[in-house]
């Protein structure tokens, strides 16, 4: 199993550009999720997903879109870059169940390092 | 807000334990504490996590208080390559989104492992 991939690894946008961050997972996970990572800040979840057609909201999720066509894939798409979005970004997975006391473990991919110029 | 209290920063020899406290005092009766570490800007990776009883895995141990307001991971004997941080996290259940989860992460610990 590759696990969990992100595409690029590396990626510079000047102010307004749009841009789609690709994530892919071969394990057949129900639930992935997209967070951020700024310095002196912990992980923030941006956007979720518990199944392909389903999303939801995290923290901090003004500025992008996600969608889940696929139980694969779940894209994150920057709409009008701005220099707050520079970040590093990665994308979990785990699977999911609907038992409240159960929890899966999350495999995240190797991030995306984006500066927004 | 993170939930979770941890020190920034933590050395340890090599060959000796690492415990690594954290603080969540404000803890709730369903909700779980998990560890995550990261090393060197790579993906975090998961380490355990536990809800009132100890834990133990391959990689460490989970001690959690009888009050559930602080919990210690160990790590029994730490080489170079536990360098990393490590988060401390719980977990909320977000009701109004059905059964979904989210986690909640602080700043972790900063582990140095030195030879």
């Known amino acids: 199993n590759a696990g969990v991939t992100q595409t690029p690894k590396f990626q510079v946008l000047k102010t307004g550009q749009s841009m789609t961050l690709q994530c892919a997972q071969d394990m057949n996970h129900e639930y992935m999720s997209w967070y951020r990572q700024d310095p002196g800040m912990g992980l923030r979840l941006i956007h979720y997903?518990?199944?392909?057609?389903?999303?939801d909201q995290g923290e901090v999720p003004n500025g992008y879109n996600v969608s889940r066509s696929t139980t694969e894939d779940f894209p994150l798409r920057l709409l009008s870059a701005a220099p707050s979005q520079t970040s590093v970004y990665f994308c979990?997975?785990?699977?999911?169940?609907?038992?409240?006391?159960?929890?899966?473990?999350?495999?995240f991919g190797p991030g995306t390092r984006l500066t927004v110029l | 807000d993170a939930k979770t209290t941890q020190p920034p920063s933590m050395d340890c020899a090599e060959g000796r334990a690492a415990n690594l406290p954290c603080n969540h005092s404000t803890i709730s009766g369903n909700e779980y504490v998990y560890w995550y570490r990261q090393i060197h800007s790579q993906g975090p990776q998961y380490i355990i996590h536990?809800?009132?009883?100890?834990e133990t895995n391959e990689m460490a141990s989970l001690i959690i208080t009888e009050d559930r307001k602080s919990s210690t991971l160990i790590l029994p004997h730490a080489t170079l390559r536990d360098t990393a941080v490590y988060y401390c996290?719980?977990?909320?259940?977000?009701?109004?989104?059905?059964?979904?989860?989210?986690?909640?992460w602080g700043l972790g610990t900063s582990l140095a492992v030195n030879p």
């Open positions: 536990g809800l009132k009883n100890n």
């Open positions: 979990a997975s785990s699977y999911s169940t609907l038992d409240l006391k159960s929890y899966n473990e999350q495999f």
């Open positions: 996290i719980v977990r909320v259940t977000d009701f109004n989104a059905g059964n979904n989860r989210k986690l909640i």
């Open positions: 997903s518990v199944g392909a057609g389903i999303t």
